[in-house]
Structures are given as C-alpha cells and as structure tokens.
Nanobody, 111 residues
Framework: QVQLVESGGGLAQPGESLRLSCTTS????????ISWYRQRPGKEREPVAS???????NYTDSVNGRFFIDRDSARNQVNLLMTNLKPEDTAVYYC?????WGQGTQVTVSS
C-alpha cells in the first residue's frame, strides 16, 4: 500500500492562501521525487509542482510565483503553500511519487 496522504484542503476566498501537506513513508521521502497534481472540474489531471530529493523545484507556469513547494524532513512531508489563490485553482489536489498516488484533497476557491 502506497503511503501518500494529503491534508490541508478546504475553502478559500480569492487572494487567500492554503497549505497542503503530503505525508509519506521514510523511504519515499528519502529516495523519490514528489509531485503535486490537480484535477480541475471537467479537466484532465495536470502537474502543478515537484521537488526532488536534493530540493530541485519545478512549477507549472500558471502557479509559478504563487505556489511554493518544500520538504519537511522532520515530518516526512512535502508541503505546497498556495498563495494568491484564484477561482481557477479549484481542483482536487493529489500527491504523487514514483510509488503511486495519494487519495486527493479538495481545494475550492470561491467568494
């Protein structure tokens, strides 16, 4: 069973911030690149951000400068800080590693 558990989703107003967390196993955290994906209503799942084991980060253009991905080695977590949220950020957000996918967490941005 893949150990990727997302948390931190919820409802936010435009311009607000939310932080998502992906809690993993020690082995996944130490050896695998971890990514955040999202699936917006009526759209295909798409990559949002990733971070590898040495901290190299990548972001999709639509979130670059607004979303920030980081690793917390004390908690075996990869966090996604989402700032200046927009309604088009509404989606189910998934944590992904080579080992598999998490179950997803809903983020809704609405006034």
């Amino acid at each position: 069973q893949v150990q990727l558990v997302e948390s931190g989703g919820g409802l936010a107003q435009p311009g607000e911030s939310l932080r998502l967390s992906c809690t993993t196993s020690v082995l996944i955290f130490r050896y695998e690149t971890i990514s955040w994906y999202r699936q917006r209503p009526g759209k295909e799942r798409e990559p949002v951000a990733s971070i590898d084991v040495i901290g190299t980060r990548n972001y999709t253009d639509s979130v670059n400068g607004r979303f920030f991905i980081d690793r917390d080695s004390a908690r075996n977590q990869v966090n996604l800080l989402m700032t200046n949220l927009k309604p088009e950020d509404t989606a189910v957000y998934y944590c992904k590693a080579w080992s598999g996918w998490g179950q997803g967490t809903q983020v809704t941005v609405s006034s």
